[in-house]
């Protein structure tokens, strides 16, 4: 051995690696020397760090102010050691002779010099959860899409839209953006917007969290809040709102995440060969939440094209048909109801999901979905957001797929601080039931036979029907559904001021004077929180039993009657 000085700094140099593998083998993670250690003699020259390395040369600053530094050098006063490579699915990690780990000159991609912010956009980490899967025997990596500049997944698939539209001649210079979003797609394009020099209007649902049309507003955006309790086709949807804009403002240019199939061919492109070389092509099953469904299509199809045995299992959500048609082909509207999961989960079908790529849908409650969220955070360190509770708890419900050694990459889709007001705030946890809290239960109430199950008026049917059955059923308040959605409700209290008002409006349907629908909570939901949610507002809410698709409404005299 000899010391030798390279333009790295100083190295060990070593006839051969054998004398290392004493320190590799109680030094090294035994889930990172399963999945193909490739063992390299000495510190890394130039070649072989790749395409993150620094260029050999900067380009010249045309201020001519700053000067070029000098490549970074291992300090004189440190020892020299050997040092071996070991490639993992997330990173190249740098092992001592000794078993301990030199992160000082380890490839990391955010050493190169970007001209804007969009080109920081992708090569994403691929982070191993540990607690929250101790119980899953494969291999459990979440690729982290909150490194994007806008946090989420959906920067790859906006820049792609403008760019794809630029190149058609849709979108011009100067021109407006817009879009129906849930928040991330449009920060995605409001991020780019500001880059290429477009204007944005979004419309976007008031079940979304608040946090994310604040920051839609913060990059200049336009953002009009609509209903969500409405169909697609219905004037006031976010949907319908942005397709009347798009032909209402000039030079305009509506992106429709939802079928414009640029969404698919950005992960096609990007994310998809990224989780295939960090994984080194080990990657077993594919594990994504449903929304748009561009991200599951695209990564799925290309990793399917790599090899076919992979496994793709989409994340549904209680409210949204994917999975009843991926299983049956039936486009069932029974299958829609509010639900609060954010993310996923569609009650139309959008040209951008695949299903010959999908191969199972698993559906997650709102409650286990919020509160894998919160775990994700307390239990492995990273701040996701809902649809990464979504997704985790799918892979809990799906371990008994996963055999030992197979690896299991799960993508994380949204940073956790746009859910700050809902999934990471307790008092709203308990309003919608989701903290665990003992004592008797909506279960109860419906066991104890004073709840009853739900009656509903069809939204389209004459004010008067709603009053006959209030009157034969003796309820003071009443769902209102459209094709078997719960889209709205009615209360005797409002029927009386209506009709003072008007006496001609028993003719009328239902939808021209109903209220908004009631709030949906988990059957296992405590009587202590029903008892707060039930309000002069707020009359009644509805208990859903997901394990029989059953629907009950419970009232302030049902609580009552089991209290005393």
């Not at 970074?72 to 050691?81: E, L, M, W």
């Not at 477009?198 to 990059?219: G, M, N, P, R």
């Not at 889709?413 to 008797?440: I, P, Q, T």
Request: aromatic residues 8%; proline residues 5%; hydrophobic residues 35%.
């Amino acid at each position: 051995m000899k010391l030798e000085r390279t333009s790295h700094g100083w190295r060990l140099g070593v006839n051969r690696i054998s004398p290392l593998l004493g320190g590799l083998a109680t030094g090294v993670p035994e889930h990172i020397q399963r999945l193909r250690p490739r063992l390299v003699a000495g510190r890394p020259s130039a070649p072989e760090v790749g395409r993150h390395a620094l260029p050999k040369a900067l380009p010249a600053l045309s201020s001519g102010s700053l000067k070029q530094k000098p490549p970074c050098r291992t300090p004189s006063t440190a020892v020299p050691r050997s040092f071996a490579r070991i490639r993992s699915p997330h990173r190249d990690v740098f092992v001592t002779a000794r078993g301990g780990c030199d992160r000082y000159n380890q490839r990391v991609s955010n050493q190169k010099l970007h001209a804007n912010i969009l080109e920081a956009i992708g090569d994403t980490p691929m982070v191993r959860i540990n607690r929250i899967t101790k119980d899953v025997k494969a291999d459990v990596y979440a690729k982290i899409e909150t490194f994007n500049p806008g946090n989420s997944i959906k920067d790859r698939m906006a820049l792609k839209m403008i760019e794809d539209a630029e190149k058609s001649g849709a979108l011009k210079p100067g021109g407006t953006i817009i879009e129906g979003t849930s928040g991330n797609t449009g920060m995605g394009l409001a991020i780019a917007a500001v880059v290429k020099g477009y204007k944005c209007i979004f419309t976007t649902t008031d079940k979304q969290s608040k946090e994310k049309a604040d920051a839609l507003k913060a990059f200049g955006a336009d953002v009009i809040v609509c209903p969500t309790n409405v169909d697609p086709e219905d004037p006031r949807s976010y949907y319908s709102v942005s397709s009347r804009l798009q032909s209402e403002v000039p030079n305009s240019w509506k992106a429709n995440q939802y079928d414009n199939l640029s969404n698919t061919q950005a992960h096609y492109e990007q994310t998809g060969p990224e989780i295939w070389e960090q994984t080194g092509g080990r990657i077993d099953h594919l594990v994504v939440g449903v929304g748009t469904g561009g991200t599951i299509s695209g990564v799925g199809r290309y990793l399917r094209e790599r090899n076919p045995a992979i496994k793709v299992w989409g994340i549904d959500t209680y409210g949204s048909v994917f999975k009843k048609y991926k299983e049956t082909g039936i486009f069932d509207k029974n299958e829609i109801y509010p639900y609060v999961t954010e993310g996923i989960g569609e009650d139309f079908l959008p040209q951008n999901v695949d299903f010959d790529v999908i191969d199972h849908f698993e559906k997650v409650t709102d409650k286990d979905a919020a509160m894998m969220t919160r775990r994700i955070a307390r239990e492995e360190g990273i701040f996701a957001g809902n649809s990464a509770g979504s997704a985790m708890a799918g892979v809990l419900q799906l371990k008994e797929h996963f055999k030992a050694g197979e690896v299991v990459v799960v993508i994380f889709h949204d940073h956790g601080s746009r859910y700050l007001g809902k999934m990471f705030n307790d008092e709203w946890m308990r309003e919608k039931g989701f903290l665990e809290k003992s004592g008797m239960t909506a279960r109860d109430l419906v066991a104890s036979g004073v709840s009853g199950e739900l009656f509903a008026v069809e939204a389209s049917r004459p004010v008067e029907e709603a009053v006959r059955v209030m009157s034969e059923h003796d309820f003071s308040q009443i769902s209102i559904t459209r094709d078997g959605r719960v889209v709205g409700s009615l209360n005797e209290t409002h029927l009386y001021e209506e009709f003072l008002k008007n006496s001609g409006i028993k003719a009328q349907p239902v939808d021209s004077i109903m209220q908004p629908a009631f709030p949906f909570v988990d059957i296992s939901t405590p009587v202590e929180l029903l008892s707060t949610m039930i309000t002069p507002q707020n009359p009644a809410v509805l208990v859903r039993d997901f394990k029989t698709d059953k629907n009950f409404i419970i009232t302030r005299s049902d609580v009552i009657r089991v209290l005393c």
